[in-house]
């Protein structure tokens, strides 16, 4: 197992490269292949740890590194994002400064999770990953500018989104952990349930689905919270 105990590490990097090719990718003017770049990220940010246990090679090297990759693929990269959205919706203005709120409270989002030992199973404020999700599909949404009767209105919408995503971020909403600790339906209810309800909206509206699945897991996680207290 020692011949493989890198592979979690590489996995990491793997992430990090994601993040680097959807910065190059945005400069090119590409924003809609920044999602992409960003999902096969959050995918191997779930399975280096899942590898990193199965092979046991857990390390303190492993987890700056996770920490330093999840900061360009989930924050860095979503922010800018938002920046060149906010810019093209209202033109050269300060608003689209904005944007980079998301990179800033990303970066104080992954500090307080490492020091944070309450956030080992569940989550404490929106992850980043799910976060970067959500903005990077923003840009399958481009057409909702034709409802806008001026060209400020969607900057200033973008502007909002990126509001409230820096708050989610930090804020003390407790969401579910997504790691299946066995296969129980009535301990893993809540898994199911949000795995379930995010296929059948992906099948049906595509990459559309991504805001509806982020409000259903917020629905589901108070849901199992609630349920769990009055236990």
């Given amino acids: ?15 990090l490269a994601c993040g680097c090719l959807g910065i190059i990718f945005l400069f ?3 924003s ?5 770049f960003v999902l096969v990220g959050a995918i191997l940010d ?23 990759a999840d900061m360009v693929t989930f924050g ?3 922010g800018l994002l938002m920046y060149d959205l906010i810019q093209t919706a209202g033109g050269e203005t300060i608003l689209s400064y904005g944007g980079l709120l998301i990179a800033l409270f990303s970066a104080l989002r992954l500090a307080r999770f490492n020091i944070d030992t309450r956030q080992s199973e569940n989550f404490i404020g929106l992850p980043t990953p799910a976060n970067a999700l959500i903005i990077t599909s923003l840009p399958f949404w481009m057409r909702i500018g034709d409802y ?12 909002g989104i990126s509001m409230v995503s820096a708050a989610l971020l930090v804020s003390p909403l407790n969401l579910l952990g997504l790691k299946f600790t066995n296969l129980i339906w009535k301990d893993q209810w809540p898994r199911f349930s949000l795995l379930i309800a995010s296929f059948i ?7 559309y689905a991504i805001p ?5 897991y917020i629905l589901i996680s108070q849901l199992a919270f609630i349920k769990k207290g009055t236990n």
């Fill in 46 to 68: 779930f399975g280096d740890g899942f590898a990193a246990r199965l092979l046991k090679a857990d390390s303190a090297l492993g987890k700056e590194l996770d920490s330093l």
């Fill in 32 to 36: 809609e292949w920044v999602f992409y």
């Fill in 201 to 207: 909206l992906l099948v049906i509206l595509g990459w």
């Fill in 148 to 159: 806008f009767p001026f060209e400020w209105d969607a900057a200033i919408v973008f502007l």
């Fill in 1 to 15: 197992m020692k011949i493989l105990s890198p592979i979690p590490n590489l996995m990491t990097l793997g992430n």
């Fill in 28 to 30: 090119e003017g590409k």
């Fill in 76 to 78: 860095v990269l979503p």
């Fill in 212 to 216: 509806l699945i982020l409000i259903i």
